[in-house]
Structure formats: C-alpha cells, structure tokens
C-alpha cells in the first residue's frame, strides 16, 4: 500500500515529472522548455489548519490537493512561471513574466556556462596574453550579474578569472590567484557582451592584460597546504548504545516533547512546520528565507557584487552530501534533497538533510551550599542541519531544537573569501590583503529568517520591551530602581534596535493568560543588535533588499509570502517582499502575523580567514517566556556518571560522579 504523502511532504520525483510533462505539453516541440527551478507549493494555511486539527484529533482529513510551481524559459527567452496541480494533474496557470524579470540559475547551465567562457575564443585571446607558464590554466567563477542600470532587461552573468596553478591538483586554490580581467555574457544565448578589466590599485584605474606576474598559491588542501597533520589529535566518538531518542516517521519528527515536520525545498535547503512542545503549538512554519550578500569594494564593477544565494541561486539546489563522521556526528538521520535538470527530469541530492541529536553542557545546576547536594541535567539538542555550497562560500544552517522547550536558529559561514587581485605595495580601505597579490574585499552577509509563530493558537501579537531606570522619588529614594516598558506592534513595519535600553522582542498570544506571572504567554526572540546594511538607501543594494536595513519585521499574514526580497531576485531592481509588505497599514495585533528576523554580520576579512575560513557562528534564540508554570525541564534525568560514562584521564580509573545527590 502506497503511504499518503502529507501536505507538507518535500516534492517527490514523479510529481516533479508530471509537472515539468504536463508543462511541455502544452507548448509545441519548438518551444524547448527549459526548466530552472520545480518544486512544492505550500497549501492555504486556512485549509492546513484544518487539516492539522483533523490530523490531532483523529478525525477524517480534508483533500488538499499537492500543487507544484515551475520556472522555465522557452526558445525566445522569455521567463515564465506555471502552477500545477499534481492531484489531479492539471495546470492551473502559467504566465510569461514581465521583461527583465530573471529567474534563479540552474547548477548544470552554470557548469556549461563556465565552461564556454573559458573557450570563448575572446577570453582564450586574453588567456594567450597571460603567457602562463607550462602546466598552468585558468578557471572562472559565473557570478549573478547584480544590477547598476534601471535600463538593463538582459539575463546576464559575470565571470571572475583565476589562475589555478601548474600542480595538476584539481583543489588547488584558484581563489589565491586572481586575473585582472573579467567577461560578461549573456545567459541561455550565450552572448558575448563585453569584457571588464579590473581595477588593482586604490582608484578605479585599469590596465590591458598582460604576462601573469608568477606568484605561489595559498593552498588548503593537505595534499597542498604543506602542513604536517597533527598527530596528538585522539578520536572523539559521540555514540547512544541504546540508539536515538527521537522517531522519524515520514517527515514527522518526535524528540523529547517536540514534534514537527521537516520538508527539503529547493530553494530554503529545508523548513520546518506544525511546531510544538508537549502538546502546545509553538510555530506553524520556519525557515531561512533570504540571504544577501552585498560587498564594500566601490571601484567598477565591484559594486554590482550583490548575490541573494537564495533567490538566484537556491540553498536546497546548491545543498551538500552529507557525510557520516564529517558534517554531522552520532546517530543521524538524513533526508534527501531535489534538483532538476533543464529538460525537467529531477535528480536526488543524497543526504542533504542531516537530524541528530547532541550535548551542548549543563541545561540547570544548583548545590545546596549547606547539603553539598546537586542537582544539575545536561542540555541536550535536536539538530536539523543543512549545508549549501554557493561558489566559493559554504553556510551551515541548524536548527536546534532544545530540551527547555527553546529553539536556536544558528548560521555558520565558511568556505573561501571571493578575491580580487591587488597590486604590489598597494592597500586598499575597503579589503585585506590575504596573500601574494590577492585582496578579500569588506562584505556582509544579511539573513533573514521566516518564523510564523502559532503561541498557543495563530492569533498573536509581537511586542518589544526596554529596561528604563526609575526616576529618584519617594518611590525609589536610593535611586536603584528599574523597570520594564512595554509597546505592542499595531501595524506591519519595523522594530528599531535599541541595545542601551535593551530592547528585547517577544510574540505573544494576549488571549492566553500564564496562571503564574498572569501575563500573557509568549516566546523572546533573543538576538544581539547587529549592523545593517551600509549601503546608501538610493543603492539598488537597500532597494532591491528592504529587509536588510532592519533587525526585526512583522507583517500579516498572507499565503505565497515567503521570500523577505520578493520572489525573483536574480537582477532585481526593487523589493517585492517586505519593502511590500511591511506597508504601515495592515494590523498585526492579536493577528495572524509573520515575524522576519534578520541576522547580519559584517565581515572584516583577516588573514586567517584565508585559504579556508574558520566558520563564524551567529544565532537566533526562540525563548518560551511565560509559556509555562515553572522550568519545563525538571522532567529531565538528572546528569550521572552511570548514565553518562566518563573516563578520568590517563589512567581511566572509575569517575566520582561529582553529581551524586549525598543523601
């Protein structure tokens, strides 16, 4: 028997197949539908909810139907988007977008893309003018073209050109040798537009291509690096001889009072819905949304590089292969990804998706002084884990479900910085100078994370509270006073940032009173200030990203309103999602709303950053705040050695536990 595939399920292969079919048959043979993007439609919330009531209770589901959305081009370039019903196999609509707008880049065009720059007989020209030595070729980068001209309606894809050196190593770190010049083609004709010259020295001054100055690589691979691997490093072993204490059935995860489903997306890497924890609604969906990544370096044509690894390019599309013992330890488990091809056959992304759970040090501990007594349990984590590798950067994202009933959303940069080329004895204020010749230039990297909370039910409100000094009065006479000033979020905006006062920002359901602290319950949103964008508000880097110029978004509630940019992004000009949304106008209080939580950190590029970068970690608390009556932990085992099996060192004699109740 066939199992039901669940509403919020990931797309699977033979409706992908039915999708991208149904789409070619209704266009001529001639046509030469060319896929970039298929995957799942989320259904109506106002039906899932539903559903998801059905689905508690035990009584009869409602039939909703599985909907696909499709990208593709046709042999006139034109974009076009089309909605199917994989139910009952039916296209519901398909339209020819406006001129100009540009869908996200499939993996295999860019791999061919990549490979006809560096045979185009223009850059081969310029490549002859390198005279490179014996043994040494080149290999490009395509970049997402960004956008400087409101004029420009053109798909177009930028190559950066590196030297990779004469080793006959296929990791040797072409990044450490970057060229001064750089071809701009048109995509899908595969049009020769013009060639950019790089800048090298402080100004925007550039200069014809001539013999490669030879330099060493900045290598990172062991076979290269020259490093001696170390051998004091002893095996660390994570194991549960008496296996997990979570259940995958499906998408359905079970973990120490949590449940939710995990669906991979081609574009998100993954989202997570129908959040809960011991049996009370927690979120219905979330997910990383969008990521920016704007650069510092003013000079042409430095100043388009503006990618939104998400929208044009695809965090599941572009999602890693996950390894046992490598990017997850323990007991995991994976869940596969999606890609398609052109001609819309999808493919498996093995192992995209890695879930296990880890010891993250002690969740509570008290001593009773007088007793010498403890009590103390160990914090311990669900990790939904996925890895996307967009050119040269990787980003880790976990979502870390804890055992106190909070949720931490975590980001982690690694991978290799994009460089440019530099001349001898010259600095620059707006990069580092990482090795012979190469520069990283100043960038950030804006996320923002999609949390559609359900505190106790989908009516909520978003409030922000500051800690203010009481005024010295009869009141407080020693002048030691403070206290906390609540506002609530009425319309769809912004929150300001305001450490000093520290600010923090909490989701509320008012119609839910806590018998306890007889306020209502709620969820902190605990996260640091953090820099926005720098770019100026005219730039199409803050117009074509709204999102990235504030910490913290609320907006109502809409079906399809997923994406913080808008859903095309690829050469975007303006913002078609929160600069949208966040309109000033829609009530969000005691609504169904959104919260949008932006995290941005600016990178400073250091030298050790450089040939492989140490990753950078940043996070997102999801807090319970007035949730519960008292510590929803207390019902966790107490943290013992006979439990947990420590060794002492050197001598492995039998621990103490140091966590032994002394009654």
């Known amino acids: 028997m066939v199992s039901r595939v669940h509403p919020f399920d990931s797309a699977k292969d033979y409706e992908i197949r039915l999708a991208s079919k149904l789409i070619k048959d209704a266009y001529p043979a001639s046509a030469n539908v060319h896929f970039v993007q298929i995957d799942k439609v989320d259904p109506p919330k106002k039906d899932m909810i539903k559903y998801l009531e059905a689905e508690k209770f035990g009584g009869p589901v409602p039939q909703i139907p599985r909907v696909l959305y499709a990208y593709y081009y046709t042999d006139t370039f034109d974009f076009n988007k089309a909605l199917v019903n994989v139910t009952i196999g039916h296209i519901i609509t398909k339209v020819k977008q406006p001129k100009g707008v540009i869908g996200p880049l499939l993996p295999d065009d860019v791999m061919e893309w990549e490979e006809y720059c560096n045979n ?161 609604q927690v979120l219905y969906r979330i997910a990383l949304s969008e990521m920016t990544v704007p650069y510092g370096d003013p000079r042409a044509p430095y100043h388009r590089k503006q990618a939104f690894d998400l929208g044009d390019c695809g965090f599941g599309t572009n999602g890693n292969h996950l390894s046992l013992g490598c990017d997850c330890l323990g007991v995991i488990k994976y869940l596969d990804g999606h890609g398609i091809h052109a001609n819309g056959e999808p493919y498996v992304i093995p192992n995209t998706i890695c879930m296990h759970e880890q010891d993250n040090g002690l969740l509570y501990k008290h001593v009773n002084y007088r007793t ?179 910490q913290v978004w609320v907006t109502k509630y809409n079906d399809h309103q997923l994406f913080a940019a808008g859903e095309f992004t690829n050469q975007s000009q303006s913002d078609t999602g929160l600069g949208v949304w966040a309109n000033g106008i829609d009530k969000v209080r005691n609504e169904d709303l959104v919260v949008w939580a932006t995290l941005g950190f600016t990178h400073i590029p250091r030298v050790e950053d450089f040939p492989v970068m140490p990753v950078e970690t940043h996070n997102i608390h999801l807090v319970p705040f007035n949730f519960f009556d008292k510590n929803p932990a207390l019902d966790i085992p107490q943290a013992t050695q006979s439990f947990n099996k420590s060794t002492l060192y050197a001598n492995n004699e039998e621990a103490q536990s140091c966590c032994k109740t002394k009654i």
Not at 501 to 515: L, S
Request: hydrophobic content about 35%.
């Open 372 to 550: 010498n007594n403890a009590v103390l349990a160990r914090k311990r984590e669900f990790v939904v884990q996925t890895i996307a590798t967009v050119a040269n950067y990787e980003y880790i994202i976990n979502l870390k479900f804890v055992n106190d009933g909070s949720i931490d959303i975590e980001a982690r940069a690694t991978g290799i910085l994009s460089t440019m080329p530099i001349d001898e004895n010259v600095k620059v204020p707006w990069g580092t100078i990482v090795g012979p010749n190469v520069m990283a230039a100043y960038h950030q990297h804006i996320l923002s994370f999609r949390i559609d909370p359900a505190i106790d039910g989908h009516k909520n409100t978003v409030v922000y509270d500051d800690t203010l000094k009481l005024p010295k009065d009869e009141n407080n006479p020693y002048g030691i006073g403070f206290v906390t000033d609540r506002k609530f979020v009425e319309k769809a905006g912004h929150i300001d940032q305001s450490p000093f006062t520290n600010r923090t920002y909490k989701i509320i359901n008012e119609n839910i009173i806590n018998p306890i602290s007889k306020n209502p319950v709620g969820y902190k949103i605990a996260m640091p200030a953090r820099q926005m964008s720098l770019a100026d508000p005219d730039s199409f880097n803050v117009k074509r990203a709204k999102f990235s110029t504030e």
């Open 120 to 280: 185009h007989p223009l850059v081969k020209a310029e490549i002859e003018k390198l005279k490179l030595p014996a043994g040494y070729t080149v290999r490009n980068d395509p970049w997402i073209y960004a956008t400087d001209d409101a004029q420009e309606r053109r798909p177009l894809c930028q190559f950066f050109m590196y030297v990779l050196a004469g080793n006959g190593h296929s990791e040797s770190n072409h990044y450490s040798l970057p060229l001064k010049f750089s071809p701009v083609f048109e995509c899908f004709s595969k049009k020769f537009i013009r060639m950019d010259y790089l800048p090298g020295g402080f100004d925007a001054t550039i200069t014809p291509t001539t013999p490669w100055q030879q330099v060493p690589a900045v290598e990172y691979h062991p076979d290269l690096s020259g490093e001696t691997v170390a051998r004091d490093v002893k095996p660390l072993i994570i194991t549960q001889p008496e296996g997990p204490s979570f259940t995958v059935e499906g998408s359905k995860v079970k973990w120490q009072g949590w449940e939710f489903r995990v669906s991979s997306s081609a574009r998100e890497g993954f989202a997570v819905y129908d959040v809960s924890f011991k049996g009370r």
